[in-house]
């Protein structure tokens, strides 16, 4: 069973930075694409960011210029970096891992960005 685990949401200001990590129980260059959502309170769940396998990038338009995401396959980890953070922002962000069909998903972690 895959497991993903992420760290790093905290409460921060407006215009902060915040770095969420993901790491996976497995080798993360076996996944053919990774990813970052999010889901703000009363809201539908988000696709942020993903990154394949070879390192493409993709974003939602909401966090382009302000996001990176990045792959680290020594220590099995992706990374969220988060700059010129939004009240907007304000979130569960959850890892998911994508293998031939079948999609992994971490337990979230919290990201609160207060005004």
């Known amino acids: 069973q895959v497991q993903l685990v992420e760290s790093g949401g905290n409460l921060v200001q407006t215009g902060g930075s915040l770095r969420l990590s993901c790491t996976a129980s497995?080798?993360?260059?076996?996944?053919?694409?990774m990813a970052w959502y999010r889901r703000a309170p009363g809201k539908q769940r988000e696709l942020v960011a993903t990154?394949?396998?070879?390192?493409?990038?993709r974003y939602a338009d909401s966090v382009k210029d302000r996001f990176a995401v990045s792959r680290d396959d020594a220590k099995n980890t992706v990374f969220l970096q988060m700059n010129g953070l939004k009240p907007e922002d304000t979130a569960v962000y959850y890892c998911?891992?994508?293998?031939?069909?079948?999609?992994?998903w971490g337990q979230g972690t919290q990201v609160t960005v207060s005004s």
């Open positions: 998911a891992a994508d293998r031939f069909g079948v999609r992994y």
């Open positions: 497995e080798l993360i260059f076996s996944f053919n694409a």
């Open positions: 990154i394949t396998s070879t390192g493409g990038t």
